[in-house]
């Protein structure tokens, strides 16, 4: 089949996806392709814009799972190429087919705008869409969003931590911005953070960093890095040891309601062990410059070829 065969097929299957999916996702759809389209055509590479078209969707897409996060960017992405014409459109095609394919298949792919700086679409439509995915991505297990260290940090942290948190961002982050604030969505059933998705997750970021280098590392804040969370969930014990030894810096900050109930969801051993009053839900914030996480990244066997042939 032709390349325009594949778009053509791989569009349908994403159509088909949307045809049968919730009102609230055809909802989702329709709101950011107007947002899209109501660009004003000469300010479609405007930070404001882009910013306008991030936050609707985040704002649209918070409740809904990666994969159908992943399948509403990739039949955004598919109808905007619809605009695009030669000679442009063949490279297009040539590039983001295969995201559009994994999303069909309801699998990661690393996004072609995130992973292309140099991509700078003439396709009206594409543009403020491509701006707007490198604002917000996803890599692996985790999103991606190009935002700045809370300042609010500064004061929730906690006795000596905050010392250490502003000696962080003074020495080794060298500013509050930008950064990355990575987030994970709730997951089915089922579906669990592991050590080997962590990673994959990991190496993800760091080839995207590879490619801006103006940003200063990656934040986020959970009840993950409670350092006693081994003792109720030992598969999780790995990441506050993989962060301390590796140039992260973790600290406590007050946990609120949403942070206690992301904790207790989807585990029976921590709601179990909340009941009996032996596990506490706590809150960390945790940074990883940029240059400890792509040391740690260069290290991991097997992958050293992998990050330096994505540079």
């Known amino acids: ?72 960017d990739a039949l955004l992405v598919a109808r905007s190429l619809e605009t695009a014409t030669e000679p442009e459109r063949g490279r297009l095609l ?3 087919l295969p995201y559009l394919a994994a999303a069909v298949r309801g699998e990661f792919a690393p996004n072609p705008a995130v992973h292309d700086p140099r991509m700078e679409p003439r ?14 991505f996803r890599a692996g297990f985790y999103w991606c969003e190009r935002s700045g260290i809370p300042r609010r940090w500064m004061v929730l942290a906690r006795g000596r931590h ?3 948190l502003a000696r962080y961002v003074a020495i080794r982050l060298c500013g509050f911005k930008p950064i990355w604030q990575t987030h994970v969505r709730k997951q089915p059933p089922g579906v669990h953070l592991t050590e080997e998705v962590f990673i994959r997750s990991h190496l993800e970021i760091a080839r995207a960093l590879k490619r801006y280098p103006d940003i200063r590392g990656i934040a986020s804040s959970s009840w993950f890095y409670d350092p006693e969370i ?46 009996e009053g032996v596990y506490r839900p706590r809150a960390f914030a945790r940074l990883w410059s940029r ?11 097997g992958w050293q070829l992998e990050i330096a042939t994505s540079a």
């Open 1 to 72: 089949m032709s390349l325009e065969g594949d778009f053509e097929a791989t569009r349908a299957s994403l159509e088909a996806i949307l045809d049968h999916s919730p009102a609230e996702t055809h909802l989702c759809v329709g709101r950011l392709a107007e947002r899209l389209a109501d660009a004003p055509q000469g300010e479609r590479n405007d930070p404001a814009v882009i910013a306008a078209v991030t936050r609707e969707r985040i704002a649209a897409t918070r409740d809904l799972s990666g994969d159908t996060v992943d399948a509403i």
């Open 94 to 96: 040539h590039a983001w």
């Open 123 to 136: 396709a009206p439509l594409l543009r403020p869409l491509v701006g707007s995915m490198r604002a917000y």
């Open 162 to 164: 905050r010392i250490r």
């Open 230 to 275: 081994g003792a109720v969930s030992p598969h999780l014990a790995f990441i506050r040891d993989l962060l301390a030894s590796n140039g992260g810096l973790v600290f406590e900050i007050p946990c609120d309601e949403a942070m206690r109930e992301n904790a207790l969801y989807a585990s029976r051993a921590r709601q179990r062990a909340y009941a």
């Open 291 to 301: 240059d400890a996480l792509l040391r740690w990244a260069e290290r991991q066997s």
